[in-house]
């Protein structure tokens, strides 16, 4: 079962997937009602009846496909396209942003790097579009600590207006995660 806030955020979610779908959906078929039967208020009246039926079984459909996704990637992180990680690494920052930056690169696409205040390191890569997701924007994110170096992961949807990625942004969270040895909890 999933954490309290995950839970939390299935509703909303359901919510969201009805309301995007539904009123665009709507919206052109009570354009296109309007038009053919030459009236407005019967075209904003079958748009909306349609626009609703439309928004339900597309909330129904994508959002069970999407929880069923993100439980099939442990449940972690809850159901936001959005996800991320912060755990420490034991290595020097050099050697670290190594394994990092090849773990990045196995995502896929364009590898970036940029030094950040003379100590830390950020390593992005965007990632293919696939089925679950239009390609996603994977920063990775080295400082160093007092253990080693601090790793600060986040994967996003490079389509900001996103409400369902089935799990890509926490499969590519755990990709990188697991490459460096490390589990989501911080573990090595």
């Given at each position: ?19 995007t ?32 039926a ?70 992005a890569?965007r ?6 997701s ?55």
């Open positions: 079962m999933g954490s309290a806030s995950s839970m939390k955020s299935i509703p909303l979610m359901y919510v969201k997937l009805l309301l779908t539904g009123v665009i959906f709507g919206l052109i078929m009570g354009l296109f009602f309007g038009l053919t039967l030459r009236s407005a208020a019967l075209g904003a009246a079958l748009g909306l009846a349609s626009g609703s439309f928004g339900l079984v597309m909330s129904v459909t994508l959002g069970t496909v999407n929880v069923l996704a993100h439980r099939s990637t442990g449940g972690r992180g809850g159901l936001s396209p959005v996800q991320r990680a912060v755990v420490s690494l034991p290595g020097e920052l050099k050697e670290e942003a190594a394994r990092v930056r090849q773990a990045m690169a196995a995502l896929g696409g364009r590898d970036l790097v940029e030094q950040l205040d003379g100590q830390g390191m950020r390593i890569v990632t293919r579009r696939t089925w679950r239009w390609g996603e924007s994977v920063t990775a994110d080295l400082h160093p600590d007092a253990k080693g170096s601090t790793l600060s992961l986040v994967s996003r949807p490079i389509l900001r207006s996103t409400v369902v990625d089935y799990g890509q942004g926490r499969r590519n969270v755990r990709r990188v995660l697991s490459a460096v040895g490390i589990t989501e909890d911080g573990r090595g």
